[in-house]
């Protein structure tokens, strides 16, 4: 479905397509996607842990490098 038509309808489903067609999440999105908070993003971002986009003074977040950062945190001893 193009990115045009999910904005143009108004019910939820085609809205859930047109959020799954974006490239970059903002910081609310990625926290809400990883089920923690914001502030423990930002802490991870900070230190390094995880990687972020930076657009201009925006903080952006690469859904591949999420659950790429999740799977590390997945290795069994």
Known sequence: ??????????NGENRNVADALRL??????????MAIS???L????????????RIGRSVRYDP???AHWI???????
């Open 42 to 53: 930002w802490t991870f971002t900070k230190n390094g842990a995880i990687p972020c986009v």
């Open 1 to 10: 479905m193009p990115l045009e038509l999910a904005r143009n309808t108004t």
């Open 38 to 40: 914001p502030r423990l």
């Open 64 to 66: 591949q490098d999420l």
């Open 24 to 33: 970059l999440l903002r910081p609310q999105d990625a926290a809400n996607a």
């Open 71 to 77: 799977k590390q945190q997945k290795t069994l001893p």
